[in-house]
Structures are given as structure tokens and as C-alpha cells.
């Protein structure tokens, strides 16, 4: 059975979440190891709304012969959080996790990268 967890990108609109890590999810989630439970929370400093973060990500251009229905499912379960680390307390950042984990009712399992 497959754990629930939430995954924490930071650095979230660098080239190595574009082309490397993103695609790496959309394979666990065609592949039926990354549940509809476990959201994709990618953290960067740019003011981006989760709708132009996903075209920024272009993932048509780094996953090839992409599904439709498991890139809804890859959109879906992706958050992106407009977040500088130095402006921000610990406890704030947990709130906003927490929000997001409350939302997809998650358990408190995180993968942070």
C-alpha cells in the first residue's frame, strides 16, 4: 500500500525542478506510487500564481509523450507557494503547510527537497 505524504520542493522555479524532478513525479504518479493525497508543494520566491507557475514548469517540453489524464493529475496535486525564507518565521511556514496538508488530508509525512 502507498504511504500518503506531502512533498516540499524548495527553489521550485530553478532548471533542475523543470527538468528533472517534476518529470520524476509525473512518472511516480502514472506508475500508481505517488497517491491523489500527496500534494506537490513548491516553494520559490518569484509572485507567480500556481496557474503561471505550470507554464513556467513547461512540462510538455521535459516529459515526453506525456498522458494528458496523468498531467490533470500532476496539476492537480501541485502548490505553489510565493515564500522567502528570510522573511518568514518557521512557524508561519508550518501554518501555510499545514493548510495546505489539512486540504488534502494528508498525514504528517514530508519529503523535503
Known amino acids: 500500500m502507498i504511504e500518503d505524504h506531502m512533498v516540499v520542493i524548495f527553489g521550485s522555479t530553478g532548471d ?14 502514472r506508475n500508481g ?16 500564481t500556481k496557474d503561471q507557475f505550470v507554464q513556467h514548469l513547461e512540462l510538455e517540453s521535459f516529459i515526453k509523450d506525456a ?13 505553489y507557494v510565493k515564500t522567502d525564507l528570510d522573511d518568514i518565521t518557521a512557524g508561519d511556514f508550518k501554518r501555510e503547510l499545514d493548510e495546505i496538508r489539512s486540504s488534502y488530508q494528508t498525514p504528517p509525512n514530508t519529503l523535503f527537497y
Not at 498522458?67 to 496535486?77: A, D, F, H, I
Request: some cysteine.
Open 33 to 48: 506510487k505517488l497517491s491523489a493525497h500527496s500534494p506537490i508543494v513548491c516553494i520559490g520566491r518569484r509572485d507567480y
Open 67 to 79: 498522458q494528458q489524464e496523468v498531467l490533470s493529475k500532476l496539476v492537480q496535486q501541485l502548490e
Open 16 to 29: 533542475l525542478n523543470k527538468r528533472k524532478i517534476i518529470p520524476a513525479l509525473y512518472h511516480l504518479i
